[in-house]
């Protein structure tokens, strides 16, 4: 799915009236499922990816890495399993992250098995520890593991900033209806390039 952005942003004029300033000593960056089973559906966000990670590092603000996988079906896999007719196995190659990702030694690993971030894992008590209040989102699915985790963030009064081009999904018509759902109700959208300016601009004051 390649977007063309500028088409994006007129679309979504109306879901970007709310703005606010990501915090960046309260903030971390969830990047969600790049692993080698969603490449394809990666690529034309990664290098975006790639820098909003690096400008966050550069902040110093928490990144953390979720990796979905399942360790049986049977037991583990719930309704995915009988929707999906297959799962991400743990230790497959399909389950490892994308050979363009690097895991640094300050990030954090978050293991899933639902398409919230939130759902039977330690991410709450990791955000709470930290004193987070703000959560940027980017990675994969737009309209199901980075949805689900934007909502359940905001039911649980995080401030959530979902990434425009920093996200991606099978179909256009799924991504912009993500991101128009999202803005009406539940997060502010950002490009990555705007993330980047707001992150440079609060270093500099």
Same mark, same amino acid.
């Given at each position: 799915?390649?977007?063309? %952005? ?14 606010? &300033?990501?915090?960046?000593? =309260?903030?971390? /960056? ?7 089973? @969603? &490449? ?5 966000? %990664?290098?975006?990816? %790639? !820098? ?7 902040? !110093? ?8 996988? =399942?360790?049986?079906?049977?037991? $583990? ?6 929707? +999906? ?9 399909? +389950?490892? @992250? ?15 098995? &639902?398409?919230?971030?939130? @759902?039977?894992?330690? /991410? !709450? ?8 209040? $703000? ?9 199901? #593991? ?12 995080? &401030?959530?900033? @979902? ?9 256009? !018509? ?7 759902? %999202? ?6 959208? /950002?490009? #990555? ?13």
């Amino acid at each position: 799915m390649k977007l063309d %952005l500028q088409d994006v942003l007129i679309e979504l004029e109306h879901y970007r009236e709310r703005k606010a &300033r990501v915090d960046p000593d =309260h903030a971390a /960056l969830i990047v969600i499922d790049m692993q080698n089973y @969603f &490449r394809r559906i990666v690529l034309p966000i %990664l290098e975006n990816i %790639l !820098e909003v990670i690096r400008f966050c590092r550069g902040r !110093e603000i928490p990144v953390i890495f979720t990796q979905h996988g =399942h360790t049986d079906p049977v037991s $583990d896999g719930g309704l995915l399993r009988d929707w +999906w007719g297959e799962l991400i196995m743990d230790g497959t190659e399909d +389950w490892e @992250f994308l050979p363009e990702i690097r895991i640094g030694p300050k990030d954090t690993v978050l293991p899933k098995k &639902r398409y919230s971030a939130f @759902f039977q894992t330690d /991410l !709450e008590r990791i955000l709470q520890s930290r004193g987070i209040r $703000d959560l940027i989102i980017s990675g994969v699915m737009t309209n199901l #593991c980075c949805e689900t985790t934007a909502r359940d963030a905001f039911m649980k009064d995080y &401030r959530v900033f @979902f990434l425009i081009d920093g996200t991606a999904t099978r179909r256009r !018509e799924l991504h912009l209806a993500t991101l128009k759902n %999202l803005g009406f109700g539940f997060a502010y959208l /950002l490009t #990555c390039e705007e993330l980047a300016q707001m992150l440079k601009s609060s270093k500099e004051q």
